[in-house]
């Protein structure tokens, strides 16, 4: 099925809003094997929204519309889609009666403004909305199925997943079955020379798409038969053991996390030129207090040494980024703490401090597990936000391939 | 002026990647007056391309399009232009020449997939591109102007800055004054509520904007005479002062440090529920070793107590989560590191961990600078990314109020 997005608000065209509802309703749709084909961002104005839905729904099944169900007079989606589909809307008075307790829980006394939103369709459907008062709307016009959703990504999102997507996943005779293989620590073309001959010899019905970031490439798998998917994966899988970290949607300070918590070990971190970005991502995920213990952001060297325990001839030596240094940060961090792993980070995140000796993007990371110190090198970027976002990602999977075989 | 903007990639359909190029272009374009009208994100495909160019065309002065410029066989935008403006490429052997001594430069000899990248048009202009090896297309039809730039975000960027919007700017007989007032600290209603009188008592032929997000609200005001932004941001500015932390593009964090080294202060941080991100933010800022000294990721009690100094009776009696354990932490970091100021932060972030006492979003923030510590509490949201975002913008906000006065 093919499908069609229209983002709407002027938030999003003078640029103060990132469209990421976008990029989130064609990798949901992706994952249901519907392909998003076009997307428009639009303002808040009636025509403009009409003439999107024209021009976007020749040969699309799906066409999804974001944003413009508020209360206030810029949101003008439920008008156009009335027009459009030639509906008049009534006014609903037990949708009504509920939004009036609901504010009255809260201790507001409902605005009239509120009202247009207790509107429902007379052809089309409501979309109930557990998070907010704008519901949404479902029509069909020839075999074109057609959904208007809340712009906020919360109540967006819970209305696709309890509603539209499940609803669209009923559509498909034979659902497209995805799988996600994430990898990191290997670039694409290298990636892909190791799996293209797998891949072209076994010569399945199903589809490849190699997907890099930064920190990482994505092999998304798909096709109609999920035997097949499942048969690639494990065709693939061992090829590029080393470099798979998971599956789907998990992100690798997840999986450190989980297997971290699975062998009951703690983790401690000292930070300098990542500043505290490592510890942000271990603690984004909910129970990381479960094995992290805390962490040192070393940014000088009076806290390299005192806090550390990294010794004034090893700095005056080697300087603050170099082996020396993170193998006795490493070290440091894990007594401080008394943790099980201790994991160090020092280098030059540019754009200024680089040297012809040390340059810019020159990184080191320890990790120390009390049996020994590992370091690596690495020469990474120009940039100082590149630097410290796969600084932080080399060495969350530094910590995975440590533990890999524990 | 009204602007249409098309962006090229299946990884942006396909959600891989988020389409932050289009948020950045309609920002850059509204500084300059011109405005965004409509974004249209397609795949790589030739036709498509010249579809979305009949398309917005209409009533626009300017179409920019990005992505679909690189060698492979998926960049198809060259092509669809030449087609579009029934164009000839021919081969531009200087370029290929440089092209080619640009690859030997780094020891590669040039793949003769690049070839394509060597061509120019006849009745186009070539846009240079200094970082990558993809130059721009320029063309003019009607009174319309088109750009073809590459989708990589620091090659477009770049690209737009030396050529593209000067080029428009050009254009504008009286071009629009843009400045934007950047607040935090108080809620998009309470702010209009404070200047909107102001703003009517004026009338000045000048646009207002709010643009809220959730770590603060920035008011835009834009229009064709300079004088009267200046005047309308003269007479704003005292009624909100508290609230506005600086102009334009400048972040919290660039603020706070500006005004740390120009007091010659140090900082140092303790963190508990942001788990580092305070001290990411800090160290984004290039030369920000300057005033920061490093912090502690206390997620553990242990570590609140022997690195921080946090009493075992403050823990026991009100809790990791209160302000006197707060108190002690900002102390107790500006003592470790010997710094001017000590900040702390110490919080339910969720989803989990909440009780009916202590709910999740409650958070408590403490700023030690010698002669007192203040402590504040805040009830924020229910999700952990947005507490710990919100968070990080509140302690670096009470840096930055504590020494507006020094």
């Known amino acids: 099925m093919k499908a069609a997005l229209i983002t709407i608000g002027n938030e999003l065209l003078s640029g103060f809003t990132v469209n990421t509802n976008a990029a989130w309703i064609g990798q949901e749709m992706g994952n249901i094997g519907i392909e998003l084909r076009v997307q428009h961002t639009i303002g808040d104005d009636k025509e403009h929204i009409i ?24 949101d003008v989606t439920p ?40 509107m429902k369709p007379e052809k089309g459907e409501v979309i109930q909305n557990m998070l907010g008062s704008a519901r949404g709307l479902q029509f069909k016009k020839g075999s ?3 959904f208007a959703l809340p712009g906020v990504p919360k109540e967006m999102k819970a209305m696709m ?15 497209i079955s995805v799988r996600t293989i994430r990898t990191t620590g290997i670039p694409e073309s290298a990636l892909a020379e190791k799996i293209n001959k797998k891949i072209i010899s076994h010569n399945f019905p199903c589809s490849v798409a190699f997907l890099p970031k930064l920190t990482g490439v994505d092999i998304r798998l798909f096709g109609q038969d999920a035997q097949n998917i499942r048969d690639m994966e494990e065709i693939l899988t061992p090829v590029i053991e080393k470099y798979v970290y998971g599956y789907d949607d998990v992100s690798l300070e997840e999986v450190v996390g989980n297997r ?8 401690a971190t000292a930070e300098s030129c990542t500043g505290g970005l490592l510890g942000h991502r271990i603690t984004s995920v909910s129970g990381s207090s479960d094995y992290y213990l805390g962490g040192v952001v070393s940014y000088n060297n009076e806290a390299k040494m005192e806090l550390l325990g990294v010794k004034k001839q090893t700095l005056e030596k080697f300087g603050a980024v170099s082996e020396e240094t993170v193998r006795e940060m490493a070290q440091g961090v894990r007594s401080l703490f008394k943790s099980d792993l201790g994991i160090s980070i020092s280098g030059i995140a540019g ?11 020159l990184i080191y990371i320890g990790l120390s597990s009390g049996k020994e110190v590992a370091v690596k090198k690495f020469n990474f970027f120009r940039d100082r936000d590149s630097n410290k976002r796969i600084s932080s ?14």
């Open 51 to 74: 003439t999107a839905l024209e021009d976007v729904s020749k040969d699309m099944s799906v066409v999804v519309v974001t944003g413009g169900l508020g209360p206030t007079h810029d």
């Open 161 to 175: 997943m309890s509603t539209v997507l499940p609803f669209l996943k009923s559509l498909e005779e034979k659902p």
């Open 144 to 146: 074109c199925h057609y």
């Open 260 to 267: 971290l918590r699975e062998l009951g070990l703690t983790l």
């Open 351 to 361: 754009p200024t401090g680089g040297t012809p000796e040390k340059p810019v993007g």
């Open 79 to 118: 008008s156009a889609f009335y027009s459009y589909f030639e509906d008049k809307p009534v006014f609903d008075e037990q949708y009504w009666k509920e939004l009036t307790e609901r504010f009255s829980r809260i201790n507001y006394s409902i605005p009239d403004l509120n009202r247009n939103q207790a």
């Open 393 to 406: 990602q080399v060495a969350l999977n530094m910590i995975r391939l440590a533990l890999k075989n524990e």
